[in-house]
């Protein structure tokens, strides 16, 4: 059936192709008696769960499972539910190590004569659904496809030797873990983060820290930030002034507009409209802080690592540095739950939520030594690049994992 395009080294023979019921057999062995209690999900994203941990709460009663398939483990499930992620519904294999019990709207097969790692992650690709539209229907009922349980079974199936299949399985199992351990240090570092910013800045009413670095003994001074330095309100800019054509203009440094304040849905604004707006409001300096008024109210952006002057959904608020503070510890002040009990605490004008220049001013903040700030800063700031380290790598492998499953396999013909 022809070899795919990227394979492991020293393999060259065409890959054969098997139907699936040649290396599985349809389950269909009845919960009779009630052996097995705990019915299992198939999520698209998630995979095979027990169905209390999906839905929070078992939505079945033990009566009704005697009907249930029984799924033992390593038994691959088909789920008919269609989604945007499972545009035929998802194959996923029980990895739980244990047996339960599914729906009969489900279909359960069991393997043999093929490597269960190698059959799982073909079951990622996209490579199965042209036989499913081809032989099913999505049509009936919209959120469900439909195909006989015989049809299903004759489902091609790309089947090079079982040494190569191997190779693929460990190769794309390998790829998950590493995905998953950058996931878990980067919750762990976000965790980590969260739990400093709760105690290395003051509470409320407090003017100590929990936590804070060996050698600092001093009480923080209770200050306002338009006490601080001066404060600016930054100029809202609408998309169709980026470019005289509309096109996102995209420039190597400088300013960001932010296209509803994600990070991956971003344009840089020309310096044509950046000059012009500078010589209304100034020249954006590094270490001066940026607060949105609107939107996401009271996110900060820091000059030059992060985020924009101008966004087309929010007002922003200005805060000059001029050497008046340390810009991360100003910058993490912002994320901390001190600052945020404060805003939560101010009273909003309307249905949306704005935080206005005044109240910027009028806002309470904590002052250690400059000497002080740093350390704090440059903490919270190592944890940030520890995060998006992660986030990358993660983005990173499963680019790769992507690339990978679209030409690791043949396509069925």
């Given at each position: 059936?022809?070899?795919?395009?990227?394979?492991?080294?020293?393999?060259?023979?065409?890959?054969?192709?098997?139907?699936?019921?040649?290396?599985?057999?349809?389950?269909?062995?009845?919960?009779?008696?009630?052996?097995f209690?705990?019915?299992f999900?198939n999520?698209?994203?998630?995979?095979?769960?027990s169905?209390?941990?999906?839905?929070?709460?078992?939505?079945?009663?033990?009566?009704?499972?005697?009907?249930?398939?029984?799924?033992?483990?390593?038994?691959?499930?088909?789920?008919?539910?269609?989604?945007?992620?499972?545009?035929?519904?998802?194959i996923?294999?029980?990895?739980?190590?244990?047996?339960?019990v599914?729906?009969?709207?489900?279909?359960?097969?069991?393997?043999h004569?093929?490597?269960?790692?190698?059959?799982?992650?073909?079951?990622?690709?996209?490579?199965?659904?042209?036989?499913?539209?081809l032989?099913?229907?999505?049509?009936?009922?919209?959120?469900?496809?439909?195909?006989?349980?015989?049809?299903?079974m004759?489902?091609?199936?790309?089947?090079?030797?079982?040494?190569?299949?191997?190779?693929?399985?460990?190769?794309?199992?390998?790829?998950?873990?590493?995905?998953?351990?950058?996931?878990?240090?980067?919750?762990?570092?976000?965790?980590?983060?969260?739990?400093?910013?709760?105690?290395?800045?003051?509470?409320?009413?407090t003017?100590v820290?929990?936590?804070?670095?060996?050698?600092?003994?001093?009480?923080?001074?209770?200050?306002?930030?338009?006490?601080?330095?001066?404060?600016?309100?930054?100029?809202?800019?609408?998309?169709?002034?980026?470019?005289?054509?509309?096109?996102?203009?995209?420039?190597?440094?400088?300013?960001?507009?932010?296209?509803?304040?994600?990070?991956?849905?971003?344009?840089?604004?020309s310096?044509?409209?950046?000059?012009?707006?500078?010589?209304?409001?100034?020249?954006?300096?590094?270490?001066?802080?940026?607060?949105?008024?609107?939107?996401s109210?009271?996110?900060?952006?820091?000059?030059?690592?992060?985020?924009?002057?101008?966004?087309?959904?929010a007002?922003?608020?200005?805060?000059?540095?001029?050497?008046?503070?340390?810009?991360?510890?100003?910058?993490?002040?912002?994320?901390?739950?001190?600052?945020?009990?404060?805003?939560?605490?101010?009273?909003h004008?309307?249905?949306?939520?704005?935080?206005?220049?005044?109240?910027?001013?009028?806002?309470?903040?904590?002052?250690?030594?400059?000497?002080?700030?740093?350390?704090v800063?440059?903490?919270?700031?190592?944890?940030?690049?520890?995060?998006?380290?992660?986030?990358?790598?993660?983005?990173?492998?499963?680019?790769?994992?992507?690339?990978?499953?679209?030409?690791?396999?043949?396509?069925?013909?």
């Amino acid at each position: 059936m022809g070899k795919p395009k990227v394979r492991f080294k020293g393999y060259t023979d065409d890959w054969e192709q098997r139907k699936l019921k040649e290396i599985a057999d349809k389950v269909s062995e009845k919960n009779k008696n009630n052996e097995f209690s705990e019915p299992f999900t198939n999520s698209a994203e998630q995979g095979i769960i027990s169905q209390k941990d999906y839905f929070d709460r078992e939505i079945v009663n033990n009566e009704n499972l005697d009907g249930y398939y029984i799924v033992r483990n390593d038994d691959f499930i088909y789920n008919p539910r269609i989604s945007v992620t499972a545009p035929v519904g998802p194959i996923n294999r029980n990895r739980l190590g244990r047996n339960g019990v599914m729906s009969p709207l489900y279909t359960v097969f069991r393997t043999h004569d093929i490597d269960n790692l190698y059959l799982e992650f073909y079951f990622k690709t996209t490579k199965w659904h042209r036989f499913m539209k081809l032989n099913g229907d999505s049509g009936a009922r919209f959120d469900r496809f439909t195909i006989s349980s015989t049809q299903f079974m004759e489902m091609p199936i790309p089947y090079p030797t079982l040494d190569e299949q191997q190779k693929i399985g460990k190769y794309f199992d390998s790829l998950d873990h590493l995905i998953t351990l950058h996931q878990r240090k980067c919750e762990n570092a976000q965790k980590l983060k969260k739990y400093m910013l709760q105690k290395m800045f003051p509470k409320n009413g407090t003017n100590v820290p929990e936590i804070r670095f060996e050698g600092f003994k001093d009480a923080w001074e209770q200050r306002k930030l338009g006490e601080i330095t001066e404060l600016k309100s930054a100029s809202r800019v609408h998309k169709d002034e980026w470019t005289s054509n509309g096109v996102p203009f995209y420039r190597s440094s400088d300013v960001m507009a932010a296209i509803n304040g994600t990070e991956n849905e971003k344009a840089f604004i020309s310096e044509e409209l950046y000059e012009k707006l500078s010589k209304v409001s100034g020249k954006l300096e590094e270490g001066d802080i940026l607060v949105t008024g609107g939107g996401s109210v009271g996110n900060p952006y820091i000059v030059p690592d992060n985020k924009p002057l101008y966004t087309k959904d929010a007002d922003l608020l200005w805060i000059k540095n001029k050497g008046k503070f340390h810009p991360y510890f100003l910058y993490e002040f912002f994320f901390s739950p001190t600052f945020r009990n404060y805003l939560g605490s101010i009273s909003h004008v309307g249905t949306i939520a704005h935080y206005t220049i005044t109240q910027l001013s009028d806002t309470p903040i904590c002052l250690p030594s400059f000497e002080e700030q740093k350390k704090v800063g440059e903490y919270f700031q190592s944890l940030d690049h520890l995060i998006t380290l992660h986030q990358h790598k993660c983005e990173e492998l499963k680019n790769i994992k992507k690339f990978m499953l679209q030409n690791m396999f043949v396509q069925e013909k």
